[in-house]
């Protein structure tokens, strides 16, 4: 038995052991920052705003803003290799190329024209929303040089360009859809609207309503640039029989497409049935008894009566 001092004192207290650390697994473990240069731990505030990633941007340029290219000849014979790279910014850079090449140097551009359709169709199936813009832009540019474009490629590079627009336009993202809606004004605008009208024909029964509609649309605006002969050529009562079809449409821009098809067949209609007549008494009653003939004989009775509606409606605006 040990025995205890005697003077008083308290027996001196032992050194504290040191306290353990838990243990971290090695998953824990690898959560743990890593300690920065200055020793201290990196600030991980979830109030703070995270920082943007840097991409590139593609400036969307307008037809009047291209300039010329400086070397167009070497451009032009290495431009569908460049068409076809899988680099997207590249790509985009030779789909402004072709813009320039279509409206500076046209001459270069339609050799080859059949084989740059095929490419810009291909970049317009890009998932890339800007590939995609851009190409349909170098489809306005096309369009707007050459005109007759049926004339100057395939017709299996026309329909697969044509199918594209078609779907495009038909899009939920407006800022590609707007600009497939522009090319294809420009398409009905600049090329002969007969051979047009029958490509657009076989897009009448397609099954998507949209497509129908854009289809409908384009067929509107080159029935507006017809005349009587060229309807006649296309066939009067095959056009009345689309137009009455597509009045049913579940669509109303394929409905207001349609309506615009009968009344610019009726002007054309009218108008040659007045110059046949215009020294006969009762040429306009002659030229309305011809019209309604025309669609009796055309059409079945309810789809005749709603084309005399709309004729009606027409005349009396």
């Known amino acids: 038995m040990a025995l205890r001092a005697l003077d008083n004192t308290l027996p001196m207290a032992s050194a504290e052991r040191p306290k353990k650390l838990p243990k971290l697994s090695a998953a824990a473990a690898a959560v743990v920052p890593a300690a920065s240069p200055e020793g201290k731990r990196k600030k991980n505030d979830e109030n703070s705003a995270p920082k943007a990633t840097t991409e590139q941007a593609v400036e969307y340029v307008r037809s009047e803003d291209l300039q010329p290219v400086p070397h167009p000849k070497a451009k032009a014979a290495g431009l569908v290799a460049e068409l076809d790279s899988k680099d997207w910014i590249r790509a985009c850079d030779a789909l402004n190329d072709a813009r320039r090449l279509a409206i500076h140097h046209p001459s270069l551009l339609n050799p080859i024209l059949g084989k740059v359709m095929l490419a810009i169709v291909k970049t317009m199936k890009s998932p890339r929303s800007a590939v995609c813009k851009t190409s349909i832009m170098a489809c306005t540019d096309v369009f707007d040089s050459f005109g007759n474009l049926l004339s100057s490629a395939s017709d299996d590079a026309f329909d697969k360009l044509l199918l594209q627009l078609l779907l495009k336009a038909s899009q939920d993202k407006r800022f590609v859809a707007e600009e497939a ?108 008894a011809s019209w309604e003939s025309l669609c009796a004989l055309s059409l079945p009775p309810i789809s005749a009566q709603s084309v005399s509606k709309i004729v009606s409606q027409s005349q009396s605006q």
């Open 181 to 288: 809606e522009k090319a294809m004004r420009a398409m009905a605008a600049s090329m002969p609207p007969l051979p047009l009208l029958r490509k657009l024909k076989a897009y009448v029964h397609h099954a998507n309503l949209r497509v129908r509609a854009k289809a409908a649309v384009a067929m509107s605006q080159c029935a507006s640039r017809m005349d009587v002969a060229t309807m006649k050529e296309f066939g009067m009562s095959a056009m009345l029989q689309v137009a009455a079809e597509l009045l049913s449409d579940r669509l109303p821009e394929a409905r207001e497409a349609a309506r615009g098809m009968v009344n610019s067949m009726h002007a054309a209609f009218s108008k040659e049935a007045a110059a046949a007549r215009e020294e006969e008494e009762g040429a306009a009653a002659a030229a309305a």
